[in-house]
């Protein structure tokens, strides 16, 4: 430490102090104020505001105190007590906790007990002296302020000239380096008190950013950026990017070009402050407050005010703008809404949608999916509460682009197969980005199995039969060529999707028009009385695939067969062979 509090004047020790005060209360809940107090000051200098309790600093920079032949400065110290207390009275109550005389001496026995037996009567704050003891106290506890304070003295700058005027020496061990950099980092910090210095370097470029140095560093030093240009006709987009990130805090990077940039006026710590020219602007509006995180709640009403359809999401970006305000609300880490709401209420609002299904589990793609086919429905009302208060109504205009409508109904349609086979097998994993034909019509019929329905799967274009030696009419129907009911049990029926594998047990495998492809040899070994153990090859004889169907799942007592509800593929873009059967690229019965 090198300030001479004794000689450092009156405008730099009133500097120095607010800017050990602002350092040694600072936080979230701590709110410092700082006064001019030219021209009566009620007593008051520098008030802190700390969790409910009032703390206020009086500056008074007499170097040579207040006894002897300064004593009469003591009627001045008293004058600006007295009044501090009758302006903070309320109810004979004064609302001011604490008051601080600062000085830049160490008082004597008596200046001290004078300064403590202000406080002593009925009806006012606790009174304390800081002197210079206490100061050089706090230039230990913070020595960037310390710094910061010296880099006008001529020696001091003498002596970071001598330091840092080092870029060319050899480095001649591995701690050289981040010694160095640490060091001018330091420098760099002291150049001013709110707010930091960082640098990189990447090839020959060197990047500086500015950080606060405490919570509330935009609101005591702020950073003012004056950015001159001109937006041409190619540039309507951007222009209203840019318009609504200024004016309602809208999230996302803008990035202006040179060519739209003229010059960038920043005015602030003295190592970004300047004019800039033929430069990229690049800057997006951040989010603050306790709200970011909250649950915020969408909620769908028909025409007579009944709730059809509610989803709960997370407050991820709260800022404003010049003309309102900007949240958007995050759905199941895939959809955002982002609000732009304008201050004056006489104004249309917007809202802007956007959601993507990369990497998401079935049942959030079907959240998704309730989400966005509610606000095609124009005749719902959307209505937005936070806490369960209602913020704001909302209509939105139906979506113009079809086949974007086609697509996602696509994904909605697996992720609904998927969450029902996922919810059987009892796994969990995000939809694939992307199936074959074979590994698509596989969920499907799964799905449609759980459900109840019987199904024609490919898997199933033929089978055997083990024969168990006894004879039938129905068998004897099947060997002379005819075709016949044929089913058999199989014990599992695996598939994939993706890299998963996923299995059902016990599926029966029928058709009620099947035939025998060996039925010659079939009737010999009857016939001979070597059926037993025999191989019958059956495949359906007017269709390319066996019916499977869960016995379980059909209804309990197994129903007659002609009670059975056989289901389509019914997949778009999907053709099912079969007489029977069809595309299906209309609606999904059964989805």
């Known amino acids: 430490m090198s300030i001479d509090w ?42 802190v505001r700390q969790g409910g309790r009032v703390i206020i600093f009086q500056l008074k920079y007499f170097p040579e105190g207040f006894s002897g032949g300064w004593k009469p400065r003591r009627t001045q110290i008293k004058r600006s007590f007295a009044k501090l207390v009758k302006t903070r009275t309320v109810d004979k109550t004064c609302m001011v906790d604490e008051w601080v005389l600062v000085v830049p001496r160490n008082l004597t026995p008596g200046e001290h007990a004078f300064v403590t037996g ?32 010296q880099r006008d003295v001529h020696s001091e700058l003498r002596d970071n000239a001598a330091i840092y005027n080092r870029e060319r020496d050899n480095l001649l061990s591995p701690d050289d380096l981040p010694i160095r950099v640490a060091a001018l980092g330091a420098l760099a910090d ?192 959307c209505r937005v509460y936070i806490d369960d208060k209602l913020l704001v109504s909302l209509s939105f205009d139906p979506p113009a682009d079809t086949e974007v409508d086609d ?19 009892r796994s969990s994993f995000d939809i694939p980005a992307a199936l074959t034909p074979l590994e698509r019509i596989n969920l499907r019929v799964a799905r449609l199995l759980l459900e109840g329905y019987a199904v024609a799967s490919p898997e199933a274009p033929g089978g055997v039969v083990t024969l168990n030696g006894s004879d039938s ?32 047990t016990d599926v029966l495998v029928f058709h009620p028009r099947a035939i025998a492809r ?21 495949a359906p004889s007017d269709e390319p695939y066996f019916y499977l169907a869960l016995p379980a799942r059909l209804g309990e007592p197994v129903p007659p067969v002609s009670d059975w509800k056989l289901a389509l593929w019914s997949l778009p873009g999907i053709i099912q062979p079969g007489p029977r059967a069809s595309t299906a690229d209309g609606t999904d019965e059964h989805r």
């Open 473 to 504: 009419p129905r068998l004897r129907q099947l060997l002379a060529g005819e075709a016949a009911w044929v089913s058999f049990t199989a014990e599992r029926f695996t598939f994939s999707v993706g890299a998963k594998e996923f299995t059902l």
């Open 118 to 149: 202000l406080g002593k009567t009925a009806g006012t704050p606790l009174t304390r002296p800081f002197g210079r003891k206490d100061l050089d106290d706090l230039l230990i506890e913070f020595p960037e302020v310390d710094r910061w304070a």
């Open 407 to 425: 697509e996602l109904d696509a994904m909605f349609r697996l992720a609904y197969d998927l969450k029902a086979v996922q919810e059987h097998c």
């Open 190 to 381: 002291s150049t001013d008190l709110h707010w930091a210095t960082d640098f990189a370097r990447v090839g020959d470029v060197v990047t500086r950013s500015i950080r606060p140095k405490y919570p509330r560093a935009q609101e005591q030093s702020p950073i003012l950026v004056n950015i001159e240009g001109a937006f041409g006709p190619q540039h309507a987009a951007l222009r209203e990017q840019f318009e609504r990130s200024t004016r309602f805090g809208a999230s996302g990077e803008v990035v202006l070009p040179a060519e739209v940039v003229g010059a960038v006026t920043i005015t602030g710590p003295e190592l970004v402050a300047g004019v800039y020219t033929g430069m990229e602007v690049r800057f997006e509006a951040l989010s603050h407050g306790a709200g970011i995180g909250a649950p915020a709640e969408l909620r769908f009403f028909d025409e007579h005010g009944t709730q059809v359809l509610a989803h709960e999401g997370r407050i991820s970006h709260l800022t404003e703008g010049s003309e309102g305000f900007a949240m958007r609300i995050d759905f199941f880490d895939h959809l955002q809404i982002e609000l732009l709401s304008p201050k004056d209420l006489s104004q249309p609002g917007h809202a802007d949608i956007s959601y993507n299904l990369r990497r998401i589990r079935p049942a959030d793609a079907l959240g998704v999916e309730e989400i966005l086919t509610a606000i095609n429905q124009t005749d719902l009302l």
């Open 6 to 47: 004794h000689t450092i004047g009156q405008e730099h020790f009133d500097r120095v102090v607010e800017a050990l005060i602002n350092h040694k209360y600072r936080g979230a809940d701590v709110e410092v104020i700082a006064l001019d107090g030219r021209g009566g000051d009620g007593g008051v200098d520098i008030e």
């Open 518 to 538: 060996n039925a010659a040899k079939a009737l010999a070994a009857l016939e001979n009385g070597e059926a037993a153990g025999f191989r019958l090859k059956v």
